[in-house]
């Protein structure tokens, strides 16, 4: 099956600065790419997604690229602010079959004030 | 739109006693999943359900785990006995599943502790 791999496990950011986490995946059939923050006790909730027909996706301050070649993906979030801190996780969806998920491990990242 | 409910929020048993949590999917979502998710883990999904059917339960510990989702919308997941290991929060997720733009909406999640 599928395997994500996430890191870094923590990073601490000043407030204002970028911060970038980065996946990796096995499964060249996966197709579908999304990130989820979670804050502490608080449910995971999908901040920004990824297509394998697209090599970047933009929000605001969020963006995500992808390189199917190297089979990676990142979450990129400029002008960091407090309330960015939480617990990220990104997950990898395989194109036989989308109703199957596989998350990587979590980036907990704090935005020091 | 009303999302994912669970319950209960937090749970405290004692080794070796029976737990069940329960879960109302977003409505018209034809997926559920259950995830088990450890403290500083990603969550690791337990059982998918397609409707009513159980398609992917290769990870369900089958011996102490069990659920089910009877009319195909909501589900119960059952723990008997409980083993300390088994401290975890339980995620439930539900999909529209039709096709590749639909995402999982998470519930809430129930926190378990096993003493």
């Known amino acids: ?5 996430q890191h870094p496990s923590t990073l ?43 090599g970047e996706k933009k929000d605001q301050r969020i963006a995500v690229t992808l390189n199917k070649t190297a089979k ?7 002008e960091t602010q407090p309330e960015d801190s939480a617990v990220y996780f990104c997950a990898a969806s395989i194109r036989d ?6 998350f990587g491990s979590g980036t907990k990242l704090n935005v020091k004030p | 739109e009303a999302g994912v409910v669970q319950s209960p929020r937090y749970k405290i048993i004692e080794k070796k006693q ?10 018209g979502h034809n997926t559920l999943y259950w995830y088990r998710q450890n403290l500083g883990q990603g969550p690791e999904l337990l059982i998918r359900y397609e409707n009513e059917e159980a398609v ?7 011996d102490r ?4 989702r009877l009319k195909g919308v909501d589900s119960t997941l059952k723990i008997q006995p409980a083993e300390l290991g088994d401290s975890a929060v339980y995620l439930c997720a539900s999909r529209r599943g039709q096709g590749a733009r639909e995402t999982q909406y998470f ?4 926190r378990l502790l096993v003493l």
């Open chain 2, 65 to 68: 785990f069990s659920a089910e």
């Open chain 1, 97 to 102: 079959n989308f109703n199957k998920f596989y």
């Open chain 1, 72 to 78: 990676h993906f990142s979450l990129h979030i400029t």
């Open chain 1, 12 to 54: 601490s950011v000043q407030e204002g600065d970028s911060a970038v986490i980065k996946c990796t995946y096995s499964d060249s059939a996966s197709n579908y790419f999304p990130w989820y923050k979670q804050e502490l006790g608080k449910r995971p909730q999908l901040i920004i997604d990824i297509r394998s027909n697209v």
């Open chain 2, 107 to 110: 519930g809430p999640g129930t």
């Open chain 2, 18 to 27: 029976p737990v069940a949590f329960w879960c109302n999917p977003i409505s």
């Open chain 1, 1 to 5: 099956g599928e395997n994500v791999e």
């Open chain 2, 56 to 62: 992917d339960d290769s990870q369900l510990p089958k």
